[in-house]
């Protein structure tokens, strides 16, 4: 090999080394830049969040202050909560700005040459670096951007803040925590919005038990029942999803009441006194007791019976059995007619001694009085409903007032309580000046009761009295006025007492009564007992 050859690969390599040496100082001074960066880059991040913070922040408790605003023209639920989602939103916001926003060190190097004055050496630094090819002035301009960035601290990026929005934004997070602490009225609105929805779940609950009640009652046919069923199903399922809406709640109410009513006849009450006076004529015809209120099935079985009995009766108790169906054919025109006439038509038969006529017919009656009592469930279970509406009604009307605040069925200031003295009235217990006698306490006085409270008359003593002119004798009723004389109609108040707090026990359970005046008539009673 020459002379010229080894001076020609002698410079080869000193080449390659010194272009390999320049690549590894480049990526070193590259790398330590960049290590210095990001301290750097961190603090910008920083100090750009706190500059956003400061700028939006007003935002934010504005947001919070129209909320607290709002929450005071209307009714607002969870106003608290809802107030501070704007200021939670705008923290959660500055924390991801802070954390994820995109900044890379190249331009991290070029805002920290803008903001240190440095003639963009970091900058250049970097893209320098980058080139596949490096000349020997990089080598020193990248030293001087090493020897400045070896200066830098993260103090040197200060920290700003905009000092006019960030007051502002204090001033409004003022008013609205002023706002959030001061009482609001609507703030009733909503514990009566509370207590309302809480009362209609509570209604719901009874409309519930109420439907329970009809599924087993087996004197309604399943038709009956089904409609009853539907009618109930669906304000329950309103009243569960009431929100809270007193109106709306009680138009339901008021709605399925209206309905439940177009299915109770007006003298459903009558026709139901009425069988039961027949049942009493029937029991005392054939004997029998009684004892408490009679029902409709005793009627039925009353009327099958004496169905069975006309064939061994004599002819004058068929007569004395013919005028009573007659009488009682007459009590029952107006409010059972099909019965009435089954029962004249018995009448009839039993006076010519048709007895397997008077038989058909007191079977008719029998059948008509079982329709009726058919009829009877169903209204008693319709009314059973509608009291328990009417209750719930009242409820939902009274849930969440103030106490104090004039209720349905609630007596004005003034107003008399029933059994209460108005000033200047005299009361019962006192001496009559007019009379001379003291009128009793209640334990033991003698009350006027000519029939007891299930329609039986009491014994009356009668006097006979003179034949008049027209030969027709005078029968008056006898008072025993004269000293020590006991007249059969009066009893003691306190024995026939408990007797009428039973029976309107049971008419106020049986009959669709608003509850207010259903305490009307139980508060009587109450008053009435001895030592009230």
């Known amino acids: 090999m020459d002379a010229a050859t080894c001076v020609s690969e002698r410079s080869g390599g000193e080449s390659r080394n010194r272009q390999f040496y320049l690549m590894a100082a480049t990526l070193a001074t590259t790398s330590e830049i960049r290590q210095r960066l990001r301290p750097m880059a961190r603090r910008l991040r920083l100090c750009d969040a706190l500059w956003l913070a400061s700028t939006s922040l007003w935002i934010a408790a504005g947001l919070s202050l129209l909320v607290q605003v709002a929450g005071r023209l209307w009714p607002i639920p969870y106003l608290f909560s809802i107030s501070l989602v704007p200021v939670f939103i705008w923290l959660a916001s500055i924390v991801?700005?802070?954390?994820?926003?995109?900044?890379?060190?190249?331009?991290?190097?070029?805002?920290?040459?803008?903001?240190?004055?440095?003639?963009?050496?970091?900058?250049?630094?970097?893209?320098?670096?980058?080139?596949?090819?490096?000349?020997?002035?990089?080598?020193?301009?990248?030293?001087?951007?090493?020897?400045?960035?070896?200066?830098?601290?993260?103090?040197?990026?200060?920290?700003?803040?905009?000092?006019?929005?960030?007051?502002?934004?204090?001033?409004?997070?003022?008013?609205?925590?002023?706002?959030?602490?001061?009482?609001?009225?609507?703030?009733?609105?909503?514990?009566?919005?509370?207590?309302?929805?809480?009362?209609?779940?509570?209604?719901?609950?009874?409309?519930?038990?109420?439907?329970?009640?009809?599924?087993?009652?087996?004197?309604?046919?399943p038709e009956e029942r089904a409609a009853l069923d539907r009618e109930l199903a669906e304000l329950q399922q309103r009243l569960q999803q009431n929100p809270g809406n007193r109106e709306e709640a009680l138009a339901d109410l008021s709605t399925t009441e209206a309905r439940l009513q177009q299915r109770v006849t007006p003298d459903a009450?009558?026709?139901?006194?009425?069988?039961?006076?027949?049942?009493?004529?029937?029991?005392?015809?054939?004997?029998?007791?009684?004892?408490?209120?009679?029902?409709?099935?005793?009627?039925?079985?009353?009327?099958?019976?004496?169905?069975?009995?006309?064939?061994?009766?004599?002819?004058?108790?068929?007569?004395?059995?013919?005028?009573?169906?007659?009488?009682?054919?007459?009590?029952?025109?107006?409010?059972?007619?099909?019965?009435?006439?089954?029962?004249?038509?018995?009448?009839?038969?039993?006076?010519?001694?048709?007895?397997?006529?008077?038989?058909?017919?007191?079977?008719?009656?029998?059948?008509?009085?079982?329709?009726?009592?058919?009829?009877?469930?169903?209204?008693?279970?319709?009314?059973?409903?509608?009291?328990?509406?009417?209750?719930?009604?009242?409820?939902?009307?009274?849930?969440?007032?103030?106490?104090?605040?004039q209720q349905p069925g609630q007596q004005q200031p003034g107003q008399q309580q029933p059994g209460q003295q108005q000033p200047g009235q005299q009361d019962a217990s006192q001496s009559s000046p007019e009379t001379g006698r003291d009128a009793g306490t209640g334990s033991s006085d003698m009350i006027y009761q000519p029939y007891t409270p299930d329609g039986q008359p009491r014994d009356v003593e009668r006097i006979q009295g003179q034949e008049s002119q027209s030969g027709q004798t005078q029968v008056q009723q006898g008072q025993a006025n004269v000293p020590g004389g006991v007249n059969a109609s009066q009893v003691p108040f306190q024995q026939v007492l408990p007797e009428y707090q039973r029976a309107a026990g049971e008419a106020l359970d049986q009959s669709a009564i608003p509850p207010h005046l259903k305490d009307y008539v139980r508060d009587y009673f109450s008053r009435l007992e001895p030592g009230q």
């Open 269 to 405: 009450d009558v026709q139901r006194a009425a069988l039961e006076q027949l049942a009493r004529s029937l029991q005392a015809m054939s004997g029998q007791q009684q004892a408490g209120r009679p029902s409709l099935e005793q009627a039925e079985a009353g009327l099958q019976q004496l169905a069975q009995q006309v064939e061994t009766m004599t002819p004058e108790e068929q007569a004395r059995v013919a005028e009573n169906l007659r009488q009682q054919a007459q009590q029952l025109q107006q409010s059972a007619p099909q019965t009435a006439q089954s029962l004249q038509q018995a009448a009839d038969a039993l006076e010519q001694n048709n007895t397997q006529q008077a038989q058909q017919s007191l079977n008719q009656a029998a059948q008509s009085v079982q329709q009726a009592q058919q009829q009877q469930a169903s209204q008693q279970a319709a009314q059973q409903a509608i009291s328990q509406l009417q209750q719930d009604r009242q409820s939902i009307a009274e849930a969440g007032q103030q106490p104090g605040q």
């Open 96 to 221: 991801a700005y802070f954390l994820f926003r995109p900044l890379t060190l190249h331009r991290v190097a070029r805002r920290v040459d803008a903001l240190l004055d440095s003639r963009e050496r970091l900058a250049t630094a970097l893209e320098l670096g980058e080139r596949a090819e490096h000349a020997p002035l990089d080598e020193l301009q990248r030293d001087d951007a090493r020897a400045f960035a070896a200066t830098l601290t993260p103090r040197l990026a200060p920290l700003r803040f905009h000092h006019r929005l960030l007051a502002l934004a204090l001033a409004l997070m003022a008013a609205a925590m002023m706002l959030m602490v001061l009482p609001n009225p609507q703030d009733q609105v909503l514990a009566e919005r509370a207590a309302v929805r809480e009362a209609a779940q509570q209604a719901a609950v009874q409309i519930e038990q109420v439907r329970q009640e009809l599924v087993q009652n087996q004197a309604l046919s």
